[in-house]
């Protein structure tokens, strides 16, 4: 899904409340019945010419309901509709249940399970919704593990049966859907962990049909996208009458032995995202004296950058390593009065020292924190699989812990703010797994920071700008596979001047 500009996210429990009080409005009405036509019409939209075949899946709630309206509207469009119904029809709601009779009113058949022969040019899955709280398995399973095994396209009603719509875990097993049409607004579940994966992102399209709703004077959301506005408000263009003084001045302090590269990236990536003068404090005992391919790159001790007071921007973290050495540096930049983001190593230290997990909180600047999961799950003392099993919950966790704004890496990205609003991006691709990428976003979002942008929007234009780099490397054949950290660095420049320039 290619989004421009920020869509609002809302958790299931939120959909249901803006559905009770949509049915409190006859001039709402039936929400079942503009669901299911807005998704026979995006179905049509996917056969082409009538007369194709269609295989309609429907479950034994109200997405199963959603199935039977499309099933009908197709028929009446003269496609070849052939309906499953796993379920009871004397436990539908009133809704589904009319639904159904219409379906079998024009003349619908009905299976229990797919017709064993049946190649169909189109599969509708309304097997479940939003509401799924248990594992899939028996009945359910075999019918999804046969659907998997079929070619072609696949439409998600609301979204894949078997994603949880909260957190895009998979609930035992999961349909594999080319293309998604979600009603309201969107859900979490289709946006982060395996949902992406399942729920038409890769290689199709999520739609959003909105029922009509108007989400202004619906209950409000914590939850929304990424998009290149944030960008634009963190990048505005600039004034002829302008100096490197005006952009503010990065420090890097990490590159222990081994590791100088994680620093350089770090520094190179807020050079190029328009910070005035970027310095590195390297920790290695034997320092480079120039960065030849950045030469704009000063070099200096971690104490000159901590003491000479030209920092208005730090982050630590990249290539730091662990030493007692880097704890004591960590320490202190802790205490700077000035933006700061903690990535890698530094996150490290702080997951093993209760003194730097209370100093952190107390800091009189903003502080931003970029872990992964496994990371994320040293900051929380947890497993990392509790951390993936609900990841907006666990990045607010440690948001409002350590009072920071928040970026749990992964696929797509959750960003967590310590007043309890949340984004997901929704920029990137697989080819960003690979060595340094989070280096470079920690450089981006010093960069912004020193620039003057609060955290949470310098990190939310970060993050995405960081995605969409990847995204344009990929679309000019240049990935996913291959792509490199340094090669994002660059790409990222293009897209951010891209972005800014008045239209």
Not at 37 to 49: I, K, N, S, T, V
Not at 116 to 141: Q, S
Not at 229 to 237: F, K, M, N, T
Not at 383 to 411: M, P, W
Request: with cysteine; proline share 5%.
């Amino acid at each position: 899904m290619n989004v421009d500009t920020p869509r609002l996210i809302y958790l299931t429990r939120e959909i249901r409340e803006i559905e009770r009080l949509a049915q409190a409005r006859p001039e709402c009405g039936s929400l079942m019945q503009k669901a299911g036509l807005a998704a026979a019409e995006y179905a049509r939209e996917l056969l082409g010419e009538y007369g194709r075949t269609v295989l309609v899946l429907a479950g034994p709630g109200n997405n199963g309901g959603d199935a039977f309206e499309v099933a009908a509207q197709l028929k009446h469009w003269y496609y070849r509709v052939e309906l499953v119904f796993a379920g009871d029809e004397h436990q539908l709601s009133e809704d589904a249940l009319a639904a159904l009779r219409k379906w079998r009113a024009c003349g619908g058949n009905t299976y229990a399970a797919p017709p064993a022969a049946l190649r169909p040019d189109l599969v509708v899955d309304g097997l479940f919704g939003i509401g799924l709280t248990r594992a899939l398995e028996g009945g359910y399973a075999d019918i999804i593990t046969g659907i998997n095994r079929l070619p072609g396209a696949k439409l998600a009603l609301d979204i894949a049966s078997g994603i949880n719509a909260d957190t895009g875990a998979i609930m035992g097993c999961a349909l594999r859907a080319t293309h998604c049409i979600t009603f309201i607004a969107l859900k979490p579940g289709l946006l982060t962990l395996d949902g992406p994966d399942y729920c038409g992102k890769l290689g199709g399209e999520i739609r959003v049909a909105d029922l009509g709703l108007n989400l202004g004077v619906m209950p409000a959301s914590k939850g929304a996208t990424t998009s290149s506005d944030s960008l634009r408000q963190v990048l505005p263009p600039r004034p002829l009458n302008f100096h490197k003084g005006n952009a503010g001045s990065v420090g890097v302090l990490g590159g222990a032995h081994g590791m100088v590269g994680a620093a350089v990236l770090a520094g190179r990536a807020a050079l190029k995202l328009g910070a005035g003068k970027v310095f590195l404090g390297m920790l290695t005992d034997h320092p480079p004296y120039l960065d030849h391919l950045q030469p704009e790159l000063m070099l200096r001790t971690p104490r000159e950058l901590l003491e000479a007071g030209l920092i208005t921007a730090f982050a630590a973290g990249p290539g730091m390593g662990t030493a007692k050495s880097a704890e004591q540096l960590l320490r202190e930049v802790l205490d700077a009065g000035v933006p700061l983001v903690l990535d890698a190593d530094a996150l490290n230290l702080i997951a093993s020292s209760k003194t730097l997990q209370a100093r952190l909180p107390k800091r009189g600047a903003a502080s931003v924190l970029t872990p992964h999961p496994a990371e994320a799950a040293r900051l929380l003392g947890c497993a990392t699989a509790a951390v993936q099993s609900d990841r907006i919950q666990a990045a607010l966790d440690i948001a409002q812990r350590y009072q920071a704004v928040v970026v749990l890496k992964g696929n797509g990205s959750v960003i967590a703010v310590p007043d309890g609003t949340w984004l997901i991006n929704t920029s990137g691709n697989p080819g960003m797994a690979s060595a340094g990428m989070g280096d470079v976003l920690t450089g981006m979002i010093a960069s912004l920071l020193a620039q003057g942008a609060n955290a949470r929007d310098a990190t939310a234009a970060a993050v995405w700008l960081h995605g969409a780099a990847a995204d344009s490397l990929a679309a000019q054949g240049q990935g996913p596979l291959g792509i490199t950290a340094s090669n994002v660095i660059d790409a990222a420049r293009t897209v951010a001047n891209a972005v800014q320039r008045p239209a």
